[in-house]
């Protein structure tokens, strides 16, 4: 049987891809993703970044699984995803602080923004990368108003310092997001019908990742 490893401690990427048929292997990477997006050359596209951001998240998982004993059928996918939100020009990435996230909203209430997160699966077979697949997807957030008693208490409750963009669609932040055109569960962090894709590049039917489900 293909097992899928997520390269991610994100419990919203692991929700949908459970809710999609998937219970999946979790293995967080070490990257530094500073470090790996300081060392791109300049003037890097958006999308490029976030790319090679989950590149290096599902090659850090990997060698750390190629290190150890595989099985003689191990067969596995290793997905990493980063997402960012693209907002005047601009990616931004975990706000951290509240003063970071209060001038986030600032900017996004009432405007919209393209929510773009990077996609990489490797094949992993007997302890050995034999495939790469690489995509982004992008998807429009139009963000309502909230009043300053709704946005102070938001981001009190802690969650938009812990995620891309300073919101969520699945969770508190969902109540200021007013329509989203593009595929919902790539805001959420992880795109299926782009995953899809990518899995038949590397050889893997998405329907034979759902064995324990059928």
């Known amino acids: 049987m293909t097992r899928l490893v997520l390269a991610s401690a994100s419990p919203a990427r692991r929700s949908v891809l459970r809710a999609a048929g998937i219970d999946p292997v979790v293995r967080v990477s070490d990257v530094d993703e500073d ?12 999308r490029d970044v976030v790319v090679e951001l989950a590149r290096a998240k599902a090659r850090s998982v990997a060698a750390a699984l190629a290190g150890e004993t595989p099985g003689p059928d191990a067969d596995l996918v290793v997905v990493g995803c980063d997402s960012m939100l693209l907002i005047d020009g601009e990616l931004q990435g975990k706000p951290h602080t509240p003063e970071v996230a209060l001038a986030r909203w600032e900017a996004m209430a009432g405007n919209h923004a393209d929510l773009v997160t990077g996609h990489c699966v490797l094949r992993l077979q007997e302890g050995v990368v034999t495939a790469e697949a690489i ?25 938009p310092l812990r995620v891309a963009g300073a919101f969520t669609l ?32 590397v ?11 059928t």
């Open 203 to 213: 050889g893997v039917g998405v329907a034979r990742l759902w064995a324990d489900h």
């Open 170 to 201: 699945d969770g508190m932040g969902g109540w200021f997001v007013d329509r989203i055109d593009g595929d919902p569960s790539s805001v959420v962090g992880i795109g299926l019908p782009l995953l899809r894709r990518l899995l038949q590049e």
């Open 135 to 159: 995509d982004c997807s992008a998807t429009t957030v139009h963000f309502g108003k909230p009043d300053p008693d709704e946005l102070h208490a938001y981001i009190a409750t802690g969650e």
């Open 35 to 46: 470090a790996v997006a300081a060392a791109l050359p300049a003037g890097t596209g958006p």
